[in-house]
């Protein structure tokens, strides 16, 4: 069910990963649950990189102080967007820290309505899930579609 497991994902063992330059990986297990993948992300002790767990068992790891927000200010600075105007979604613990930085640059943080509670914390909006159409609930609320 997973997006990455599409046409040009393969798995690799750790080896071949260690042959690699890369700015962001992504472990997926099959055999962790949400909570018990957390627990055991937070007993491995990962240092000098920034991660999160998305879902239920995904680890995203990026080099330290590099994650989505951090990307979307970059994109943000170089299109000459003033802050006010950003306006950001999200449902994962993966999100968090784009959902404070668009919220406390002023603007919006939208959580979708199937996030963790965890994450719904950190949004200046909810809205219906994705499969309710959220997505153009919340543009439409925020005028940025047509009435």
Known sequence: DWNLRGPNARQVDIEEMKGHEVTRVVVVSDDHGGTSFAEFVDKMGLQQVSYSVGWSAWLDIAPQGVDKSTALEHVRELEEIP????????????????????????GEAVVMGQALPEVAVHGSRITASVELGGVAQALDEIGLTAS
């Open 83 to 106: 802050p006010g105007n950003v306006v950001v979604m999200g449902d994962g613990r993966n999100d968090i820290q784009m959902l404070d930085w668009a919220r406390e640059s002023g």
